[in-house]
């Protein structure tokens, strides 16, 4: 089993920044890939970007692309989302992710672990 606890959510005015963590446990951290999904009050949980398990490749939609980056350190067992230039539709939970050795992907039912996730708001 494998347990994640998301980290580093608050209140951002539009265009600035925040860094979310997700620590993880229970499993070799290497052989995870992991993702970050978002829900906003009244819509469908939502892929926004993933990291494979060998690092090889990261995945990202086109409303992350340019403004969220996604990394990990292996080492803290760790996967942060650095999101910069917010908008208010930036609004949302969200969610760490983890399938081990998966190919991430964007369905949530592709993913084995979630996180309990961490509120985002953004402020105009």
């Known amino acids: 089993q494998v347990r994640l606890v998301e980290s580093g959510g608050g209140l951002a005015q539009a265009g600035g920044s925040l860094k979310l963590s997700c620590a993880a446990s229970?499993?070799?951290?290497?052989?995870?890939?992991m993702g970050w999904f978002r829900q906003a009050p009244g819509k469908e949980r939502e892929f926004v970007l993933a990291i494979s398990y060998s690092r090889a490749s990261i995945y990202y939609t086109d409303s992350a692309k340019g403004r969220f980056t996604i990394s990990r350190d292996n080492a803290k067992n760790t996967v942060y989302l650095e999101m910069n230039t917010l908008k208010v539709e930036d609004t949302a939970v969200y969610y760490c992710?983890?399938?081990?050795?998966?190919?991430?992907?964007?369905?949530?039912?592709?993913?084995?672990?979630w996180g309990q996730g961490t509120q985002v708001t953004v402020s105009s």
């Open positions: 992710a983890a399938v081990e050795r998966g190919i991430p992907r964007i369905e949530t039912t592709a993913w084995d672990y």
């Open positions: 229970g499993r070799t951290f290497s052989t995870l890939s």
